[in-house]
């Protein structure tokens, strides 16, 4: 189970971050350069894609001066390092539920009937014979249900398979280490896992998936948008269509104070923790930085840190 879920888990990333302070005051798409601030050489900022399958390594071919910028730097700067290790870090994670934790202790009688009749409709699997914790759980639906998505629109498994490997940001890793780059991450594998997997409230994550499970026609409707903004390279329209989801289930107890606490933890103090991090990396080497393109836009955006460190943050083509 490790070796599929280890593809899977960039694009998990992708579906809990699903939220940021936006600004309209951005002017690009989804390739930027940075200058400026005694910097001899520019470096290049990158939001990829890391959402489904339906956009992988080889759309970067369409993104206007990706090659030139790529090619241009000696260091690449991706959200994790050494994430071709990341199969041996995911099996220390135990997926299983407690010995003394069932279903029955964590949802009350119609989340429990609910969630035992998409695991029979899925897996056909009855929710008293599910051991795995809600987050991991919620990681196997979310591929199957990728997985069933590309073989009705005609994939076979052996082009399943192959996409599996071609995710934009595991593709962009490689490349740059065949580039003999140096190859930097701005989080361990460790500090992501953590975040995607804490030692948390098991009541709180399986309430959490039984509104994702819930609500899936409109979210998929909606990152179906999402997926066509960002093949728009326009990065207002990302903007537009992230605060669309956002008030698409602003009701919804996934929306709490506490789940927004989340989402800060998952976006605004990352891209801080990032920005804090990132001068002293691109002081001397020209360098290419990838990284979710949920992280660029907003007043705590990528984009936005860098420019108040002083930093020239212009679109580039």
Not at 200 to 219: F, M, P, T, Y
Request: charged fraction near 25%; charge should be negative.
């Amino acid at each position: 189970m490790y070796k599929n879920l280890v593809s899977v888990l960039v694009l998990f990333f992708a579906f809990l971050s699903c939220s940021f302070s936006s600004q309209k005051d951005l002017e690009g798409g989804v390739l930027w350069e940075i200058s400026g601030n005694g910097l001899e050489k520019p470096s290049y900022l990158l939001g990829t894609w890391h959402g489904t399958f339906d956009i992988l390594y080889s759309y970067v071919d369409s993104i206007p001066g990706f090659q030139k910028a790529f090619d241009t730097c000696t260091q690449y700067v991706g959200e994790a390092e050494n994430i071709d290790n990341m199969e041996e870090f995911m099996s220390s994670f135990d997926p299983k539920l407690p010995r003394d934790t069932s279903y029955t202790n964590l949802l009350d009688e119609p989340e429990y009937s609910f969630l035992d009749s998409v695991l029979v409709s899925r897996m056909n699997v009855p929710l008293d014979k599910m051991y795995l914790k809600p987050a991991f759980l919620a990681l196997v639906l979310s591929q199957m249900e990728e997985q069933a998505k590309l073989v009705k629109a005609g994939y076979s498994q052996g082009q399943i398979d192959s996409m599996r490997t071609q995710v934009m940001d595991v593709v962009l890793y490689t490349s740059a280490k065949d580039k003999q780059y140096n190859v930097l991450g701005l989080e361990t594998i460790k500090e992501q896992l953590d975040m995607l997997f804490p030692e948390g409230n098991l009541k709180e994550e399986a309430s959490q998936l039984i509104i994702a499970l819930r609500d899936q026609k409109v979210q998929t409707l909606l990152i179906d948008e999402l997926h066509s903004a960002y093949r728009s390279q326009d990065i207002n329209r990302i903007v537009d269509c992230e605060k669309k989801i956002r008030s698409a289930f602003q009701d919804e107890p996934l929306y709490s104070k506490e789940y927004d606490d989340f989402l800060e933890k998952m976006i605004d103090q990352r891209n801080r923790d990032w920005v804090q991090k990132l001068p002293g990396l691109i002081k001397d080497n020209p360098t290419f930085i990838a990284v979710g393109v949920r992280h660029l836009p907003g007043k705590n955006g990528v984009i936005c840190l860098l420019r108040e460190k002083g930093y020239r943050v212009e679109a580039f083509r």
